[in-house]
């Protein structure tokens, strides 16, 4: 399994950046619960937003109302959509997926995780 994150970047604040997660090495992606999680420096990995298999979202509430999880028909394709973005929104984003169709906010719960791609947000 493999999953690649793009689109981050460093923007200032109240800009807007879309991150994209590409999953490839494993069949029936669509069925499982997919994820995005951050890491900022110094602190714990934390769950920013999940999607279960039939578009059920979940968010963090540091990023209701700002952020937007969504994937593609075939399930193979990850989103993140950030709006309004905050210097706190800063960190290193990981797309992460689990080989199960019930969802979790927690990372131990998550299989499989892509490398990261980071994000700055300047005040």
């Known amino acids: 399994v493999q999953l690649v994150e793009s689109g981050g970047g460093s923007v200032e604040a109240g800009g807007s950046l879309r991150l994209s997660c590409e999953a490839s090495?494993?069949?029936?992606?669509?069925?499982?619960?997919m994820g995005w999680f951050r890491q900022a420096p110094g602190k714990e990995r934390e769950g920013v937003a999940t999607i279960s298999p039939v578009g059920n979202p979940w968010y963090a509430d540091s990023v209701k109302g700002r952020f937007t999880i969504s994937k593609d028909y075939g399930g193979n394709i990850l989103y993140l959509q950030m709006n309004s973005l905050k210097p706190d929104d800063t960190g290193t984003y990981y797309c992460?997926?689990?080989?199960?169709?019930?969802?979790?906010?927690?990372?131990?719960?998550?299989?499989?995780w892509g490398q990261g791609t980071q994000v700055t947000v300047s005040s």
């Open positions: 992460a997926t689990r080989t199960y169709s019930s969802c979790s906010d927690r990372s131990p719960d998550f299989d499989y």
């Open positions: 090495g494993y069949t029936y992606s669509r069925y499982y619960c």
